[in-house]
């Protein structure tokens, strides 16, 4: 019940964040007020239910006449790592491949033979998600 309350809690603050920080950025029309402002939101509260769930469990201690089982670890903020890093390449290659695909239109709209060099810029753009990915896998192989 508690982790329901916290998810549609954590739901709540980021659309309501959003809300906010969206009629504000659009008086002064910029999106990526918005974007950050998410960003910023959804951070905030993501480290708070991290934090918040991290010490709130414990197990019972009873006495037992069976060994102690040997500790496993958790692995729930490498798979965070794991979503972090695919994630945000992602995001930076978006923002790559809008702001050189917008430039790239603009000079082949001027000259056209531009085509193959600004694909160039474009394709590097999009060779960050790769690097994040491989980033990812990474930490998978090591969990």
């Known amino acids: 019940m508690f982790l329901l309350v916290l998810a549609t809690l954590l739901v709540v603050v980021t659309l309501a964040s959003g809300i906010y920080f969206s009629k504000k950025a659009i008086k002064k029309k910029t ?22 769930l991290s010490s709130s469990a414990y197990a019972q201690n009873t006495p037992s ?7 496993t670890s ?6 965070l790592a794991v979503a972090l890093s695919t994630g945000l390449a992602a995001v930076g290659a978006g923002v790559a491949v809008g702001m050189t695909g917008a430039a790239s239109i603009g000079a082949i709209s001027e000259k056209p033979e531009m085509l193959g060099r600004t694909l160039i810029y474009v394709g590097l753009g999009e060779g960050i998600v ?6 990812s896998i990474i930490i998978l192989g090591r969990l």
Not at 32 to 40: C, D, P, Q, R, S
Not at 65 to 71: H, K, L, M, S, V
Not at 74 to 79: M, Q, R, T
């Open 31 to 52: 999106a990526l007020g918005i974007f950050f402002g998410n960003m910023v939101a959804f951070a905030l509260l993501v480290s708070l239910v991290v934090v918040g």
């Open 65 to 71: 006449t069976q060994p102690p089982a040997q500790q």
């Open 74 to 79: 958790s692995n729930g903020l490498g798979l």
């Open 130 to 135: 790769i690097y994040g990915l491989i980033i």
